[in-house]
T-cell receptor
Framework: SQQGEEDPQALSIQEGENATMNCSYK?????LQWYRQNSGRGLVHLIL?????REKHSGRLRVTLDTSKKSSSLLITASRAADTASYFC??????????????FGKGTLLTVNP | DSGVTQTPKHLITATGQRVTLRCSPR?????VYWYQQSLDQGLQFLIQ???????AKGNILERFSAQQFPDLHSELNLSSLELGDSALYFC?????????????FGPGTRLTVT
């Protein structure tokens, strides 16, 4: 079953605009990760934010995490056509043991129009 | 290029058959994860191996099995194939074994069961 739920399911913007995607989850987590997937290809890791962090930046990416609301957001600034892809959040959580499992959401399909 | 390799890229087979998918992790990574991605189920975690031993199990069917060899490559065996097993199968690797690290995905094997 999916732990992370991305919102919106699809987003279409113009090149140069900012894109914001949200992720909500249900259980406590060790960290939350964002991945990108170009159509039919492997996922690419973008950024990892730990449960004790509130914000993280990487280039044009900004991720926030609110553990009290069990939610995260991914902001892509100054989008480019090459950013067109599906974006997934994945939560690392355990069931009381020492091992964690990554659970992926269903993703947000971002289309950036030139 | 993530450094994770998967073979074959495409596989077409008939119901009832058995296939083996192969994965080589990034150099230095000890953990291998297998995922199944389909349109209706999304990205589902199947199983994790760490340094040759099974570490975590997800939604893996009894008809499916996996192993990790001493050279750290892994194989996923799918038997008694059904139409519903048609999907993209991804292998990912990470340096640690506890499952909370960022994962590096291979390009996937597209399995079509006819």
């Amino acid at each position: 079953s999916q732990q992370g739920e991305e919102d919106p399911q699809a987003l279409s913007i113009q090149e140069g605009e900012n894109a914001t995607m949200n992720c909500s989850y249900k259980t406590s987590i060790n960290n939350l990760q964002w991945y990108r997937q170009n159509s039919g290809r492997g996922l690419v890791h973008l950024i990892l934010i730990r449960s004790n962090e509130r914000e993280k930046h990487s280039g044009r990416l900004r991720v926030t995490l609110d553990t009290s609301k069990k939610s995260s957001s991914l902001l892509i600034t100054a989008s480019r056509a090459a950013d067109t892809a599906s974006y997934f959040c994945a939560t690392a959580s355990n069931s009381g043991g020492s091992n964690y499992k990554l659970t992926f959401g269903k993703g947000t399909l971002l289309t950036v129009n030139p | 290029d993530s450094g994770v390799t998967q073979t074959p890229k495409h596989l077409i087979t008939a119901t009832g058959q058995r296939v083996t998918l192969r994965c080589s992790p990034r150099s230095g990574d000890l953990s291998v994860y297998w995922y199944q991605q389909s349109l209706d189920q999304g990205l589902q975690f199947l199983i994790q191996y760490y340094n040759g031993e099974e570490r975590a199990k997800g939604n893996i069917l009894e008809r499916f099995s996996a192993q990790q060899f001493p050279d750290l490559h892994s194989e996923l065996n799918l038997s008694s194939l059904e139409l519903g097993d048609s999907a993209l199968y991804f292998c990912a690797s990470s340096v640690g074994g506890r499952g909370a690290y960022e994962q590096y995905f291979g390009p996937g094997t597209r399995l079509t069961v006819t």
